[in-house]
């Protein structure tokens, strides 16, 4: 599951399941569902060390969260998509497994 070509609008508040790359950023703890498309993971402060660029399979609930202010942006990556106006989807973590 890609979390650009998903339609998190008809997940909202379901349980998923969705496999990515582990990877801290300032924003917190993202799961990489493919290079450039990043998610952000509520539920843990950040990933732990040995887990950081490891495949992960999360299960996890769709949420619809208040996004983060405006910032000046120098390159097209941006945090995967909003859910309307400065609302982002997050996946809310249940638990996880390393799967590579």
Not at 6 to 18: F, G, H, P, R, Y
Not at 43 to 57: F, S, T
Not at 62 to 74: I, M, N
Request: glycine share 10%; aromatic share 4%; no cysteine.
């Amino acid at each position: 599951m890609s979390s650009q070509s998903t339609d998190w609008s008809k997940l909202l508040d379901q349980d998923v399941s969705v496999s990515g790359t582990a990877e801290n950023a300032k924003a917190g703890p993202l799961l990489m569902t493919s290079p450039g498309d990043p998610i952000l993971i509520r539920g843990l402060d950040q990933w732990p060390p040995e887990i950081v660029g490891k495949k992960v399979k999360v299960k996890a609930i769709v949420r619809r969260v208040p996004g983060f202010p405006k910032a000046q942006s120098r390159g097209k990556q941006t945090m995967q998509g909003t859910a309307g106006g400065r609302d982002m989807w997050v996946l809310e973590l249940k638990r996880y497994e390393v799967i590579d």
